[in-house]
């Protein structure tokens, strides 16, 4: 499936978000790298397997394999550190202080720019909600050398893909029902 495919798949009451997914899949202040692995990282990170499919057909091709499985890691990665670290920010008390004792080897070496790897758990952080990873994963992102405008629009990406898939999937469920 194609973005356009995907596009035109949504219905008319969610026309601004067809009109922010072309829109975003041309942003200028992000190179290809960044912005393919934004949204295969946000695809993933939304948990729709067509929007997973569509982001896959559409951005994979232009990341190299080490690219794509980077956005693939930073989306599984993330998925586990933002639970464990959404519990203990909020949790608060002594969890904070404690080792996770979780793997996250992938973090050191994640196969292509640091800056982009942290750019895509960013956005998939976002997604998930966990503000002590928005916080730190932010951070990392501008010392590498990106800019606010970049965070910016890596975080519209991953809002509108999750939006998207939000729409299809309650799409699906109506169809399912009639």
């Given at each position: 499936m194609s973005l356009e495919a995907l596009r035109a798949r949504l219905p008319e009451h969610a026309k601004d978000l067809k009109l922010n997914l072309g829109s975003l899949a041309m942003e200028?202040?992000?190179n290809q790298q960044q912005l393919a692995g934004t949204f295969v990282a946000s695809a993933i990170a939304a948990r729709n397997a067509e929007v997973t499919r569509a982001m896959l057909g559409e951005f994979g091709p232009k990341l190299s394999p080490e690219a794509l499985?980077?956005?693939?890691?930073?989306?599984?990665?993330?998925g586990m550190n933002n639970v464990y670290y959404r519990f203990t920010h909020l949790v608060g008390g002594d969890y904070a202080n404690l080792p996770a004792k979780l793997r996250m080897n992938v973090m050191a070496k994640p196969g292509v720019d640091k800056a982009d790897f942290e750019l895509w758990s960013l956005a998939v952080s976002a997604i998930n909600g966990c503000g002590m990873c928005m916080e730190?994963?932010?951070?990392?992102?501008?010392?590498?050398?990106?800019?606010?405008?970049?965070?910016?629009?890596?975080?519209?990406?991953?809002?509108?893909?999750?939006?998207?898939?939000?729409?299809?999937?309650?799409?699906?469920a109506v169809a399912t029902a009639a």
């Open positions: 200028p202040v992000l499985a980077a956005a693939k890691a930073a989306a599984a990665i993330m730190a994963h932010e951070k990392v992102v501008l010392h590498g050398g990106l800019s606010k405008e970049a965070v910016q629009a890596a975080v519209r990406i991953a809002a509108v893909v999750h939006a998207v898939a939000g729409v299809l999937d309650a799409e699906d």
